[in-house]
């Protein structure tokens, strides 16, 4: 009986912080609601969402199955299962579902870890799927959710979660679980469609990631979005021109390497790149400058620029 009510004392101080953490201060919905962004209307709902109920433990899957569908890509939840899903942690990680989204043809990438920029994302149409602690720290219970809705007057939430398609929770408690998860949270856009509040340098390595497995023209198009966005940046021209080549568009390429070495003169891969292409499309002179440019410049691309500028001299003879 004495190590009963041991226990039971002991049991106390955790009690009591689940009470507190419930209790606490929700300060981004506090200052959201106290003065909400310019042009952000006091409710929304996005309700053409598409719902799968969540089975246990693979809740991911089905919130990804939700996002994609959003995005106009019909994929089950079952054929997601062994994508994400890790039967040894009993859930999915967050790397999974980003590449899982990319690998049926969306750009999956993560948002800014704040509330403002998840009421963004829905002000563009973009459902965001969310990690949640629904428990305590110490005993975390990890949950994905895709966030539908809002309402700022009533200080509430909407998400497609577990088995509830339009489940309502209060904005301050929505807010600490999703804090538990440091503000996790992802979107999974159709090509050409860019987030509203991801960073450049967010966009830039999901797309770079996409690239690796993509569809060159599916990426091609989120790589033009981008490039209108931020213009000048080298790594996205680098990669509008390579999904250009991957897609069968050597003009293409080469505009885009051509424009890389105009906002980015000191840069050998774009020389290089550019020298290629235009080898390939018979202009054998301007290959052959740009080629001596990237040789030029030196660096860790020194030796690659010396083997192009021999295949544009090879091809200039009529040499195989």
Same mark, same amino acid.
């Given at each position: 009986m004495a190590a009963r009510r041991a226990r039971r004392g002991r049991l106390w101080p955790v009690l009591l912080l689940a009470a507190l953490s419930l209790a606490g201060c929700a300060s981004q919905t506090a200052a959201l609601r106290a003065a909400p962004p310019a042009g952000l209307a006091p409710r929304l709902e996005l309700a053409g969402t598409p719902f799968f109920a969540q089975e246990r433990y693979q809740c991911g899957p089905a919130a990804l199955a939700m996002a994609l569908g959003a995005a106009g890509i !019909? +994929? *089950?939840?079952?054929?997601? +299962?062994?994508?994400?899903?890790?039967?040894?942690?009993?859930?999915? &990680?967050?790397? /999974?579902? @980003?590449?899982?989204?990319?690998?049926?043809?969306? &750009?999956?990438?993560?948002?800014?870890?704040?509330?403002? !920029?998840?009421?963004? /994302? @829905?002000?563009? =149409?973009?459902?965001?799927?969310? @990690?949640?602690?629904?428990?305590?720290?110490? %005993?975390?219970?990890?949950?994905?959710?895709?966030?539908?809705? #809002?309402? &700022?007057?009533?200080?509430?939430?909407?998400?497609?979660? =577990?088995?509830? /398609?339009?489940?309502?929770?209060?904005?301050?408690? %929505? /807010?600490?679980?999703?804090?538990?998860?440091?503000?996790?949270a992802m979107v999974a856009l159709a090509p050409g469609q860019l987030p509203e509040t991801s960073e450049q340098h967010s966009v830039l390595d999901a797309l770079v990631a996409w690239e690796r497995n993509g569809q060159p023209a599916a990426v091609?198009?989120? #790589?033009? *979005?981008?490039?209108?966005?931020?213009?000048?940046? &080298?790594?996205?021209? @680098?990669?509008? =021109?390579?999904?250009?080549? *991957? !897609? =069968?568009?050597?003009a293409g390429a080469a505009d885009a390497f051509r424009r890389a070495t105009l906002a980015h003169p000191d840069s050998a891969p774009a020389f290089n790149n550019l020298a290629f292409v235009l080898s390939e499309l018979g202009d054998y002179g301007a290959a052959r400058a740009a080629a001596t440019r990237a040789l030029a410049l030196g660096g860790p691309w020194r030796a690659e620029a010396q083997a192009t500028l021999e295949t544009i001299e090879r091809a200039e003879r009529g040499r195989p």
């Open positions: !019909a +994929v *089950a939840p079952e054929a997601l +299962v062994p994508q994400v899903y890790l039967p040894a942690r009993e859930g999915s &990680l967050q790397v /999974e579902m @980003l590449a899982a989204a990319r690998r049926h043809g969306a &750009l999956g990438v993560t948002i800014a870890p704040r509330l403002d !920029a998840l009421l963004a /994302e @829905l002000r563009a =149409g973009h459902p965001v799927l969310v @990690l949640q602690n629904l428990s305590l720290p110490i %005993f975390p219970r990890w949950h994905y959710a895709v966030v539908t809705g #809002y309402d &700022l007057a009533q200080g509430d939430i909407v998400l497609h979660s =577990g088995t509830t /398609e339009h489940m309502v929770m209060a904005m301050s408690t %929505f /807010e600490h679980t999703w804090a538990r998860s440091g503000y996790w091609r198009q989120s #790589y033009a *979005a981008a490039d209108r966005r931020w213009p000048n940046v &080298l790594g996205l021209q @680098l990669g509008l =021109g390579n999904t250009a080549y *991957a !897609a =069968g568009d050597r």
